[in-house]
């Protein structure tokens, strides 16, 4: 009785036949590599269950690039006032720090530390 070949390939360390899907051989236990239309594409990755964080596989970013120096710079002049969140695009913290004087300052001097932190330039996740 044998099989399609395209639900079942041969197990290269005993050579029984073994379901196309299985990544490891009944008889044995040795582990088979995967076929190649089984193996997914380099850079292929998209994201079905939210298309709004598929990202660039090449750079890993998420939108449009933010200088760590000008962020920076907005938080350590204007920081109580929330001028670099507004400078990321996050107005609702913006807003925050605007009428909190910067979380009570303790916020501010947080930020300064994450943003001296990131790399240049780097990106928001889920803009």
């Known amino acids: 009785m044998t099989q399609n070949s395209r639900t079942t390939k041969v197990c290269e360390y005993c050579g029984t036949q073994i379901p196309a899907q299985a990544a490891v051989c009944p008889s044995c236990g040795g582990i088979v590599e995967a076929s190649e239309e089984e193996q997914p594409r380099v850079g292929a990755y998209t994201n079905t269950v939210n298309p709004d964080l598929n990202t660039n596989s090449a750079t890993g970013s998420y939108g449009r690039p933010f200088n760590k120096w000008v962020a920076f710079f907005l938080c350590l002049f204007l920081g109580c006032f929330g001028a670099h969140k507004f ?21 501010w001097l947080v930020d300064l530390i994450r943003i001296l932190t990131k790399p240049n330039p780097y990106y928001i996740a889920g803009r």
């Open 87 to 107: 400078y990321e695009g996050k107005t609702g913290m913006g807003v925050l720090y605007l009428f909190t004087a910067g979380l009570f300052i303790i916020g």
